[in-house]
């Protein structure tokens, strides 16, 4: 049977707990006179964003894993981010990131000693190896802090701070992978009925005006996204499933299509809860 903490390494490169504070993880193995400088071209970089509000199954947690360790390769760079309400110490949190570096040329291992060529090919080895064990355990740490007892969760806040961090990003490709119910509850929207537990049939119109009017647009350069979670409450995670009305979730999706469009993103998939196919 799988298990999604897998992805974590049995012994830490790093000590103890390769992921606390580890931002910029990923030592280069370029850093030597006898190699040369790293390209400094990223292929892609994946942002993981989780929304601690919401509770996933064992499977979803697999499943958000299991979409992030393709990424683990050469040339690309990763991101596990945490967000919620800004209270109770579950503000938005950069938990863990870095860069593997790119395969050297073939015309440039012709001008590096075997020596040095060894030890470059061993440490770009050890790479993936080093960021699984940091990816991993920033998700484990990311999965153990989720609650459904936060009373706010301001998404729309988050996502606007957390596009900064897409928009900035000197990759080709940007993509994030959004694991969250999507469901706003803050000072600004609510998407839950008035008794809080099930889901409201929103006007996505009306709420794409209160986003403009509270300036919470974002700027995602550009970036492809995935959703896993949307549609997602606390009883889901007791095992007493909430029924979703399609059209309920029709509005949600349509909404936050709209959003990520005009805050500078493609919507490729909106899982409910979770993905068709796997991210790219």
């Not at 974590?8 to 850093?31: F, K, M």
């Not at 509770?55 to 919620?84: E, H, M, R, Y």
């Not at 590096?112 to 770009?124: G, I, N």
Request: hydrophobic residues 40%; glycine residues 8%.
């Amino acid at each position: 049977m799988r298990n999604w903490s897998a992805l974590v390494l049995a012994t830490s490169l790093l000590g103890g707990n390769a992921w606390a504070g580890a931002i910029d993880a990923i030592p280069t193995c370029y850093d030597n006179k006898l190699v040369g400088t790293a390209p400094a071209v990223v292929e892609s970089e994946l942002f993981v964003v989780i929304d601690q509000t919401t509770l996933l199954d064992g499977g979803l947690k697999q499943s958000v894993a299991d979409n992030l360790k393709p990424f683990l390769a050469g040339g690309n760079a990763f991101q596990i981010i945490t967000f919620s309400a800004y209270t109770q110490g579950h503000y938005t949190e950069v938990l863990a990131s870095g860069k593997l570096d790119a395969p050297m040329e073939a015309s440039r291992r012709n001008d590096v000693s075997k020596t040095a060529l060894a030890k470059f090919d061993q440490c770009m080895a050890r790479q993936p190896q080093l960021a699984a064990q940091v990816a991993g355990g920033a998700l484990r740490a990311a999965f153990d802090g989720t609650s459904g007892e936060i009373a706010k969760s301001d998404v729309l806040a988050s996502l606007k701070s957390i596009a900064e961090l897409s928009r900035k990003s000197k990759a080709r490709n940007r993509i994030v992978l959004l694991v969250s119910d999507m469901l706003e509850n803050s000072s600004v929207s609510s998407f839950y009925t008035d008794r809080g537990h099930s889901v409201r049939k929103i006007d996505p119109a009306k709420e794409m005006q209160l986003a403009e009017q509270n300036q919470l647009l974002g700027d995602f350069g550009g970036a492809r996204v995935y959703v896993i979670g949307a549609g997602l409450l606390s009883e889901d995670g007791k095992k007493s499933k909430s029924y979703r009305d399609p059209k309920t979730m029709q509005a949600l999706a349509g909404f936050w299509k709209t959003y990520l469009e005009k805050s500078g993103a493609q919507l490729v998939e909106f899982g409910q809860p979770a993905l068709l196919s796997p991210i790219r």
